[in-house]
């Protein structure tokens, strides 16, 4: 069992919301199974969809902790995380399948046991990998969450789209200077010329009007 693979429900589970574009897809209970898919077939409950919002909201402090480089704020929120919802670990073969392991065995409900492993696969990424692994997309407004398991630490978005996005602004941004740049000089010569001709003028009227 990969544990730090578990770090991608709570990528997953922040990412249901998007406060900037005004999106939250975890508002029903159809949704929450959606989203719990890979814990199997299970019962879902409103209740069930309200402790997964306020888990999701405490992850996205996490995130948010991480990139402002607050990791003693992200690593006290992520332990009471992991207090709140614990790892009851257990081998079984229910249903006939092979022996496994159950991670948050006894837990009392769906949502506690998605809480568990979210929790516990960000901690064993961050402490693997670094708090600062722990992304925010650059791309505003997007603020989907990522983990950067590049080899360099050169994540910045959450998705090849925004990464394009971004590129783009700022392709638009500096051309936009450059136009603006070559303008201001435009206008400086022209302001220089202006200023030369009419010195030249002054001149000229002077001489005409010499007396001997």
Request: glycine fraction near 6%; proline fraction near 3%.
């Amino acid at each position: 069992m990969e544990l730090a693979s578990y770090a991608d429900r709570a990528v997953q589970l922040v990412n249901t919301a998007d406060p900037y574009r005004h999106r939250d897809t975890l508002t029903s209970c159809e949704q929450a199974k959606e989203l719990l898919a890979p814990e199997g077939r299970c019962r879902v409950t409103n209740a069930d969809v309200a402790e997964l919002r306020v888990i999701r909201d405490r992850l996205r402090e996490i995130f948010d902790a991480a990139e402002a480089g607050r990791v003693p704020r992200a690593v006290q929120i992520l332990n009471s995380l992991m207090k709140q919802y614990p790892i009851r670990p257990v081998v079984t073969d229910h249903d006939e399948s092979s022996y496994h392991l159950h991670l948050a065995e006894g837990a009392p409900n769906i949502a506690a046991v998605y809480g568990a492993k979210a929790a516990l696969g960000l901690a064993v990424q961050a402490t693997e990998l670094g708090f600062d692994r722990l992304g925010v997309c650059q791309a505003a407004p997007c603020r989907e969450v990522f983990i950067d398991t590049s080899t360099n630490r050169s994540r910045r978005y959450c998705s090849d789209r925004c990464a394009t996005r971004a590129n783009v602004a700022a392709y638009r941004a500096r051309r936009k200077e450059q136009a603006a740049r070559v303008g201001a000089a435009a206008a400086a010569e022209a302001q220089s010329a202006e200023a030369e001709e009419r010195r030249t003028g002054v001149m000229a009227g002077a001489g005409s009007t010499r007396t001997w």
